[in-house]
């Protein structure tokens, strides 16, 4: 099972439940402050931070960026861009763990982040 916690700026709650409702069974999900979530992650509590900003990298991944390094970090979409399908899924087998967005594009990088991140924790 992997476990994820949701961080970033804004839409925590629906990140929440919609990773929820997309993974079932194969993950725990919790909502953290910036701070408390990316602490955690450094501690081990967690295998993956989401979370989501208006441009998706200075609040979703701040505090993830500092207290992980952004060799661990990864953008997967900012206003009028959502990067492509091959590039987020490289960035988790890539070993990158902590992912931001923006908001908006939530739906459509979520589903496609969720998969890779399952199919890298079955390995």
């Known amino acids: 099972m992997v476990r994820i916690v949701v961080g970033g700026q804004i839409n925590k709650r629906e990140i929440a ?3 929820c409702q997309f993974l079932g069974d194969k993950a725990t999900v ?3 402050g910036d701070l408390d979530a990316a602490m955690a992650m450094k ?4 295998d993956y931070y989401i979370g989501a900003c208006n ?3 200075g ?3 701040a505090l993830a960026l500092s207290l992980l390094g952004a060799d661990n970090c990864a953008t997967v979409s900012m206003p009028g861009k959502i990067f492509p399908d091959e590039e987020i899924i490289a960035a988790v087998q890539g070993g990158k763990t902590a992912f931001g967005f923006t908001a908006q ?3 459509k990088v979520l589903p496609v982040l969720l998969t890779a991140i399952i199919e890298k924790k079955g390995e």
């Open 17 to 19: 439940d919609f990773t």
């Open 43 to 46: 501690a081990g509590q967690y």
């Open 55 to 57: 441009t998706g990298g």
């Open 30 to 32: 919790d909502v953290k």
């Open 59 to 61: 609040g979703a991944l």
């Open 105 to 107: 594009h939530a739906e």
